[in-house]
Nanobody, 126 residues
């Protein structure tokens, strides 16, 4: 069974940083793109950032551009989301997702991703 497991969430104050991790059990995902999405209560799931298999192509959503960055370590089957200068508007449950191939765009939709983790909660207090 394919698994993606997120970790690193928590409660922080505005202005702080957090690094989320997504570890995947499926070794072949090292050849596939991985993305981060988030969902706040009452809102749709939003694309945050994504990274190609090699790490050479990285995309961030408009709402986090310049503050969040994505990276991956294929030797560890892990993708990271570094989040800086957090604001209360970043409060959400964060999910990592995988799919087989494709070029990541800034307007990614959750329907285009086939494998999902259970999410990790990030809460930013003002």
């Amino acid at each position: 069974q394919v698994q993606l497991v997120e970790s690193g969430g928590g409660l922080v104050q505005a202005g702080a940083s957090l690094r989320l991790s997504c570890t995947y059990s499926e070794r072949t995902f090292i050849y596939d793109p991985i993305a981060w999405f988030r969902q706040a209560p009452g809102k749709e799931r939003e694309f945050v950032a994504g990274i190609s298999a090699s790490g050479s192509h990285r995309v961030s959503g408009d709402s986090v551009k310049g503050r969040f960055s994505v990276d991956r370590d294929n030797a560890k089957n892990t993708v990271y989301l570094q989040m800086n200068r957090l604001t209360p508007e970043d409060t959400a449950k964060y999910y990592c997702a995988a799919r087989r191939g494709g070029v990541i765009r800034t307007d990614e939709s959750e329907s285009e991703w086939n494998y999902w983790g259970q999410g990790t909660q990030v809460t930013v207090s003002s």
